[in-house]
């Protein structure tokens, strides 16, 4: 009896506590109009100012901090591939605002790439060419079975900054929650590689379209949450447990050279 109640009042304090979420809506979707006001809670905050402590090392070891070879920017005007500023702020500090500054830009590969910055939750900016179809990406969540996102959605890209600072602080909760009391997460498993066109077709569109009910489970270790691995132009996507990233990145691309001199952006801006 005693057990029954104690398994209720936990039960009880989960569904208080953990707002787990399940897919954000992508960039894409007009839909998504999860106003900022939907602010993150105070205790939200409190947990991860402790982890902004842990992570910030670690965070910037990750970060390659390898230097970059000046090169020219300004060569065949008829060129229609783009030319994009390319730094770190590890290597480089100009790189936190590198708008109106002399800094190192390079000529993207492919002619659809695009200029991105990509920014960790805890102040580390990467910039350079992206390529939406070409470059692998990866996306995290901590609730059982949540990596079902299709490989359509991806890359996923927050369409808002409070929804990616949410979503951090959100990955923060449930991660510390589940070592309190529940010790074991699953996540759907598979991986397929269209191009090489091994396996079943079925089992492979289910891969790809993150098919819950079809989809193989696998246990996750205490220090893993899910993930989607996706590289759109293979028909690649992987799922699993993952023990890194921790937590979603904020990307921002635009498609005009040098144009990704965005600020930086970290979540000690939002937490005063
Ligand atoms: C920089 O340029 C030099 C000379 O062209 C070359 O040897 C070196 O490998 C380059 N380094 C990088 C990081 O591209
Ligand atoms: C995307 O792929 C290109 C070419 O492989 C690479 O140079 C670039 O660093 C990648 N960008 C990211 C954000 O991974
Ligand atoms: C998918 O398979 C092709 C062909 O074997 C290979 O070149 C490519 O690297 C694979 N993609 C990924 C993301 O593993």
Not at 217 to 240: F, P, S
Request: glycine residues 4%; charged residues 25%; negative net charge.
């Amino acid at each position: 009896m005693y057990r029954k109640l104690i398994l209720y009042s936990v039960l009880f304090i989960f569904m208080l506590y953990v707002k787990c979420e399940n897919k954000e809506a992508p960039i894409n979707d007009k839909e998504s109009s999860t106003e900022n006001n939907e602010s993150p809670t105070k205790s939200g905050f409190m947990q991860l100012a402790k982890d902004l402590k842990f992570y910030t090392k670690s965070d910037q070891k990750d970060s390659t901090s390898s230097r970059y070879n000046m090169t020219d920017a300004d060569g065949d005007m008829s060129d229609p591939r783009r030319s994009c500023i390319m730094c770190n702020n590890v290597a480089i500090e100009e790189c936190n605002d590198p708008r109106n500054k002399l800094i190192t830009s390079m000529m993207c590969e492919r002619d659809d790439d695009l200029c991105y910055s990509l920014h960790t939750p805890f102040g580390i900016v990467d910039r350079g060419c992206f390529n939406i179809n070409h470059n692998l990406t990866t996306y995290v969540c901590s609730c059982n079975l949540c990596n079902y996102i299709s490989i359509s959605e991806m890359p996923f890209m927050f369409a808002k900054k409070g929804d990616w600072v949410g979503n951090v602080i959100e990955l923060s909760r449930t991660k510390h929650f589940r070592k309190s009391i529940f010790k074991d997460m699953s996540c759907l498993r598979c991986e397929v590689n269209t191009t090489t066109r091994t396996g079943d077709m079925l089992d492979s569109a289910n891969c790809l379209e993150g098919n819950i009910g079809n989809l193989p489970v696998e246990d996750c270790n205490v220090d893993e949450i899910c993930g989607v691995k996706a590289l759109r132009a293979d028909g690649y996507i992987w799922r699993g447990c993952l023990k890194m990233p921790l937590y979603n990145y904020w990307w921002t691309v635009c498609d005009n050279d040098l144009c990704n001199y965005d600020k930086r952006v970290s979540l000690h801006d939002f937490i005063i």
